[in-house]
């Protein structure tokens, strides 16, 4: 069926440490999304990619999807404590939204 | 703009019983979505509605209905409860022109 596979699961780093987490799909995907659950939260909208090869930047955030647009990553630069949370893509396939896992990030202070 | 609603936002349920969930969307958003979370499974997508029609449903058993009102408000229904079934249920709204999902809170559900 379809399948958004997303790794690392789990992820613990320094204070200032970059931290990336990486999102692949079986299928070609009409656009990938981002999202960010703080711990006892619900997910909050990050970002939309939607076209091939494309890179957006917000702050210390970047984010990528594939040409081949089955895969997608964040990459956090300087992570802070307050980037503590569970980072989940989600592919658009055939007017479905499919999550991956997510990953769990720590910071160390 | 006040965001996604649901209630209630904890409940225990026993096996067998079964539960109504609430969702109001944001104003102007046509579109809800519930999702189930469980540390195991993650985010599983259970339907869509729009405009008072089921468009979409994941992988789920026929003990998980959903209906929307001409308001745009949503319910879901879950019948004769499993252990299993215990999770956060979370709805999200979107607009019709972008699939950009706002979520609510949630509504815990324990199923003893």
């Known amino acids: 069926g379809q399948q958004v596979m997303q790794i690392p699961q789990y992820q613990h780093v320094q204070e200032g440490e970059d931290f990336t987490t990486y999102c692949n799909s079986s299928?070609?995907?009409?656009?990938i999304q981002w999202y960010k659950q703080r711990p006892g939260g619900h997910p909050v909208f990050l970002i939309q990619?939607?076209?091939?090869?494309e890179v957006k930047k917000q702050k210390r955030l970047t984010f990528q999807f594939g040409e081949a647009k089955k895969n997608s990553s964040l990459h956090i630069t300087a992570t802070q404590t307050t980037d503590v949370g569970t980072y989940f893509c989600?592919?658009?396939?055939?007017?479905?939204?499919?999550f991956g896992q997510g990953t769990e990030l720590s910071v160390k202070p | 703009k006040a965001g996604v609603t649901q209630t209630p936002r904890y409940l225990i349920k026993t096996r067998g019983q079964q539960v109504t969930l609430s969702c109001s969307p944001i104003?102007?958003?046509?579109?809800v979505s519930w999702y189930q979370q469980t540390p195991g499974q993650g985010l599983q997508f259970l339907f869509e509605?729009?405009?008072?029609?089921?468009?979409n449903k994941g992988n789920f058993p026929g003990r998980f209905s959903g209906r929307q009102f001409s308001n745009s408000r949503s319910e879901m229904n879950v019948s004769t409860l499993e252990l299993g079934d215990s999770a956060l249920y979370l709805c999200?709204?979107?607009?019709?022109?972008?699939?950009?999902?706002?979520f609510g809170p949630g509504t815990r559900l324990t199923v003893t």
């Open positions: 999200a709204s979107r607009r019709t022109d972008n699939y950009e999902q706002y």
């Open positions: 299928t070609t995907l009409s656009n």
């Open positions: 990619l939607v076209k091939s090869g």
């Open positions: 989600a592919g658009l396939q055939g007017g479905k939204l499919i």
């Open positions: 104003s102007g958003h046509r579109s």
């Open positions: 509605y729009f405009s008072e029609t089921q468009r």
